[in-house]
């Protein structure tokens, strides 16, 4: 009976264990304590004092890591990062009540969503002097003109990345939608794990509004979707760029900074924006409502901080994305601005536009991704 | 105050489950109503729940692209629940014809697995699997053993190993209890009567272990049908089980109530397959003492 015994304490700690895996998704962080002891370091704000530490919730590989330290040298505020993948799971997760997180990164059209949902907190522009290096052109963006919430960060394009030795260069998004089981890439390809995105690609595709709500347009592009399934390897928005370095795969659908990264790992990787155009973005630096008057000063610092010119210059070059800051161009090396994989000609600016918000419509697209997604 | 309690095993009763009671209560009992009320809500826009009562979350999941969906799991889970008392039995079997201090130690075994987390684990698969670069694939290749890739990723193959690998040791579990307290003497008594190993097995063995087997697939029939890490990782997100159409209504779809009413038609099912396995080894002590 002993034995029997020693099964059940086993059973349990089994049932415990697999309680523990069943919650794969990163756990949202905790909220930084505020610390009673801290200095903090003259950085202005009232009677506020520093947290110890804040949580940066940001898109993976998207910060160069050593700014951290610096970051906390200068300011005392150590910053932890925690990842997401999309900016679906970033909304759900603030909408779910999430707390603790000082600075967000959310894209273009999420910024307007967060907005209406009132999820963001207003920026406090004396805490952010930086913001004057900004070029005009991000000063006033759509979603959030002024810079009331958020500042922008990076921005780019969504096109493709391959092998060059052993691809042929492609243009256009039929090497997607047009799948030859006889051409080597069959079967090592991968589409961004991303409704608004992929639908935005079968949509340039088939040459209509990247943000259309009509559903007749929409059922071809699922039709579309799913003929470009066939010779998938899988959907992928983390690891693809390391999958075409590696060999793994071929072709992917992605970003462009991210390719560009991967370059370091396989210089035959080449990253395309297709002739019919597409999505380019520009990711931001929000501060979350929830945020606390502690961590909502730190999050300025940091932003303001990340708004250094030569900061953001280092940045830039870290993660081969485009700055939108005007001063840090002056710290850029010249063949970073001329890479037209970073900051396309306007003739290929022209051709791509932003992703929008799509309302009631968000309901009919991701119904279409689902039907995409189980399709076999 | 001890004697209080002497004298009243009622209260002596609750305050013994109070601790448990209370935090299952607040953490398990009323969420779950929650989750059951948001079924019966409107969605708003972007995620949470627009106060106004409707029944369509529903009707919707009875819609034909997630019922296939709910049978594809079904079916993957039946799959995973088989192979790991396939697999798993005889192991069972191997460990208690062990003498006890060897069978400790094969349970300690068993149980390394669980050291490591779920999802590394998951993910280390992933280098062994991969189509062009996985382990397996490039050894064979490069042995002469094949010329194309077997198709190791990315398809349900990959899930069902995976979703097996995970839930094996669950699975020996409770079979290795049931056999262990098997009463060797009636297999001897069975070999006296003339019986064949063949008969021994299944007519003595098998239906005195069968409680084990039924409580080990059950075990991993449950987590296997509701699974959405297995899938998302080695299915390559190409193929949806239930688990993931749930979650994306969390994570990405900002349809909370049509997830919360899938959860709920998910726990109902859950709870059919709990009350039928009761039934069944009620039925059958029934039969024993009769």
Known sequence: ???????????????????????????????????????????????????????????????????????????????????????????????????????????????????????????????????????????QVPYDPGSVYCVPYMWGTTGFGYDSTKVDPPASWSVFFEPDPNSDIYGRVTMLDDPRESFAAALAYLGYDINTTDEAQLNEAKD??????????????????????????????????????????????VYVTPKEGGVVFVDNLCIPASATPEQKLAGEMLINFLLEPEVAARNSEFIYYASPNKAAEAFLPEDFLNDTSIYPPAEVLDKLQYLEPVGEAESIYQRLWDEVKSAQ | MEQTLRRNPALRAWLLIAPAGLFLLIFFILPLFIVIIYGFLERGTYGGVVWQFTAENFSRVFDSLYFSTFLRSLYIAVLTTLFCILVGYPLAYFMTSRPPRQRNLLLLLLMIPFWTNFLIRTYAWLTLLRTNTGLINVTLMNLGIIKEPLPLF??????????VYGWLPVAVLPMYASLDRLDRSLVEAARDLYASGGQVFRRVIWPLSLPGVVAGSMLVF????????????????????????ISNQFLAAHDWPFGSALSTLMMVIMLFATLLYFRSTALKAKEERA
């Open chain 2, 154 to 163: 990315g398809n349900d193959f990959a899930i069902v190993l995976g979703l």
């Open chain 1, 224 to 269: 579309a979707l799913i003929r470009a399934k066939a010779q998938l390897a899988g959907y992928d928005s983390d690891t693809y760029e390391d999958l075409v370095a590696s060999g793994e795969n071929l072709l992917a659908h992605g970003w462009n900074g991210d390719f560009l990264l991967a370059m370091e790992d396989n210089e035959n990787i």
């Open chain 1, 1 to 139: 009976m002993r034995r029997f015994y020693y099964v059940f304490l086993l059973l349990l700690v089994i049932a415990l264990a697999a309680a523990g895996c069943s919650q794969p998704a990163a756990a949202p962080a905790t909220s930084a304590p505020a610390s009673d002891t801290q200095t903090a370091p003259a950085a202005s704000s009232d009677s506020v004092k520093l947290p110890e530490e804040i949580v940066m919730f940001n898109w993976t590989d998207y910060i160069d890591p050593d700014l951290y330290g610096e970051f906390e040298e200068a300011s005392g505020v150590r910053v932890i990062e925690d990842n997401y993948s999309s900016n679906e799971e970033l909304l759900a997760k603030l909408q779910g009540g999430s707390a603790g997180y000082a600075v967000i990164v959310p894209s273009d059209y999420t910024v307007g969503i967060m907005i209406e949902e009132g999820l963001l907190a207003k920026l406090d522009h004396a805490n952010i002097p930086n913001l004057s290096n900004l070029a005009d052109r991000f000063t």
């Open chain 2, 222 to 245: 449950i987590p296997s049908l509701g699974a959405f890490v297995t899938p998302a990782i080695l299915g390559g997100g190409k193929s949806l089980m239930i688990g993931n159409v």
